[in-house]
């Protein structure tokens, strides 16, 4: 499974982007899918992940009631649409794929199998 991410750019704060992650490959072996983010000098958090039919989500604390994860599996594609923006919301933003079946969607790092190459977001303030 190949994961590539975009959408990234430069924005002020308050502002709006919306990420797109594109599967490609294997992908009926995909289940659960995320979004993390790697800001300057520090390790890779998590920021939403999405179940395979779409029912189930969590998010981190940080982004809850600003960011929305969705997907469209017809389509091999993952949204994160990122509203209210912050300074602290720059980053690199990585997309993930995780082809086990769980029954609560996976927030750690190494509980994903692919990952694409990352798109940077740049909030301005």
């Known amino acids: 499974v190949q994961l590539q991410a975009s959408g990234g750019g430069l924005v002020q704060a308050g502002g709006s982007l919306r990420l797109l992650c594109a599967a490609s490959?294997?992908?009926?072996?995909?289940?659960?899918m995320g979004w993390f983010r790697q800001a300057p000098g520090k390790e890779r958090e998590f920021v939403a992940a999405?179940?395979?039919?779409?029912?189930?989500?969590n998010y981190a604390d940080s982004v809850k009631g600003r960011f929305t994860i969705s997907r469209i599996n017809a389509k091999n594609t993952m949204y994160l649409q990122m509203n209210s923006l912050k300074p602290e919301d720059t980053a690199v933003y990585y997309c993930a794929a995780d082809r086990t079946p769980r029954t609560v969607v996976a927030t750690r790092r190494w509980e994903y199998d692919y990952w694409g190459q990352g798109t940077l977001v740049t909030v301005s303030s």
């Open positions: 490959g294997r992908t009926f072996g995909v289940y659960g």
């Open positions: 999405i179940s395979w039919g779409g029912g189930s989500s």
